[in-house]
């Protein structure tokens, strides 16, 4: 079964630093897509990302970037220049052609001032 | 464009009862997924749909729930006779999958929030 695997349930970060979030995957399958999401307090996940197998460079959007390491299976997200406004819920998750999304358990990630 | 819809954002109910959820998903959104959160928990997939169509049901999804989208665009998700471990928070999602590709963003309401007392 295609798996998704967090390692760090919580984080502190200093506004303004740079911030990574682990996000390994097991899968045979060579087509898939990889997503992070945010999930404030408030409840709504919120889509910040999405990289594909196929894709040859790393996906960026904003202040987000995903590195994603294809032979390690690995896609981390990297937020730079951290606002206390990042503080929230943050999941990875696999999906498999026009399918289901397969989440990990989130990272709870907060930002000190 | 609106954002997906959720009604109720929060339902209290006491077990034995049926409650019904609503979602309304983007307009022009082919594909609506339901899934389940609880509590320090990743979101689990329950069902989804691509217009009317339901494509895919999880066995977490017991003889007591049900979902439906009737015309192509809002589902109701029913639990019937409700129990404790039903509580959760529902989340509903929809995209425009386009066909035979992997990149299928779905973009998610603010969920429902269900206490069974």
């Known amino acids: 079964a295609q798996k998704i695997t967090q390692t760090q349930p919580g984080m502190f970060v200093q506004e303004k630093e740079a911030v990574t979030l682990d996000c390994t995957y097991d899968t045979s399958d060579p087509s898939y897509g990889l997503f992070w999401y945010k999930q404030p307090s408030s409840g709504e996940m919120i889509f910040l990302i999405y990289?594909?197998?196929?894709?040859?460079q790393n996906a960026t959007e904003g202040r987000y970037s995903l590195n994603f390491q294809k032979a390690r299976k690995s896609a981390n997200l990297v937020i730079s220049a951290s606002q206390l406004g990042d503080s929230a819920m943050y999941f990875c998750?696999?999906?498999?052609?026009?399918?289901?999304?397969?989440f990990g358990t989130g990272t709870r990630l907060t930002i000190i001032p | 464009d609106t954002g997906v819809s959720q009604d109720p954002r929060h339902k209290i109910t006491k077990r034995g009862q049926n409650v019904t959820f609503r979602c309304d998903p983007i307009?022009?959104?082919?594909?609506l997924y339901w899934y389940r959160q609880t509590l320090g928990q990743g979101p689990e997939f329950l069902t989804y749909?691509?217009?009317?169509?339901?494509?895919?049901k999880s066995r977490l999804l017991s003889d007591r729930f049900s979902a439906e989208r009737p015309k192509g665009s809002f589902s109701t998700l029913e639990i019937q006779r409700t129990e404790q471990g039903d509580s959760a928070m529902y989340l509903c999602?929809?995209?425009?999958?386009?066909?035979?590709?992997?990149?299928?963003?779905?973009?998610f309401g603010a969920g429902t929030r269900l206490s069974v007392l």
């Open positions: 998750a696999i999906s498999f052609g026009n399918e289901k999304l397969t």
């Open positions: 749909f691509q217009n009317e169509a339901q494509l895919e």
């Open positions: 999602a929809s995209s425009l999958a386009p066909a035979g590709e992997v990149e299928n963003i779905q973009y």
């Open positions: 990289q594909g197998s196929y894709d040859q």
């Open positions: 307009s022009e959104h082919n594909r």
